[in-house]
């Protein structure tokens, strides 16, 4: 998943943004969520330009970087048969510090909601049309990993 957002990061920075509508449903009722603003930021970190990534989604400075460092363990781990891994021992006090900053990101994003409404819109709402080809799909896959997990355990 990491080699292809760099991928498709790589790709962006050269050809310019995807010519179709990405947006999620909400977007069309005036909700920002927390990855509004996520494809415009991965092309201008992608691009170099980290003050307009900073401004459509903060969150592509992290993510970037992140994709990065996925792939060098990855790569770090397959060939030395070594995997740098992270221990969560406080599972409460992890989730209270992912969600603080997801919810201040929600805030922030919903806050420049003039900024991330404007951009390279074609006037089809794609998003709409990927999301309902994507559930049908995502839906019988979990169905599918929960019926395996529950025969698995009985």
Known sequence: MAAVGITA????????L??????????????????CGGTRGVHAMMSGQW??????????????????LALVRETV?????????????????????????????????QAHADLLRTGPESGTPTGLLLYA????PIVTVVAVRLCLRRRSSS
Do not use: F, K
């Open 51 to 68: 003050d307009e990534a900073w401004r459509y989604n903060p969150l592509s400075l992290v993510l970037v970087p992140g994709a990065v």
């Open 77 to 109: 781990g397959r060939v030395s048969g070594r995997w740098l891994n992270l221990r969560v021992t406080h599972r409460r006090a992890a989730l209270v510090l992912g969600l603080l900053p997801a919810a201040a990101l929600t805030i922030n994003q």
């Open 18 to 35: 995807p010519p179709v509508d990405l947006h999620g449903p909400l977007h069309y009722l005036g909700v920002m969520g927390p990855l």
């Open 9 to 16: 990061g790589a790709v962006m920075a050269v050809v310019g």
């Open 133 to 136: 080809a994507a559930v049908p």
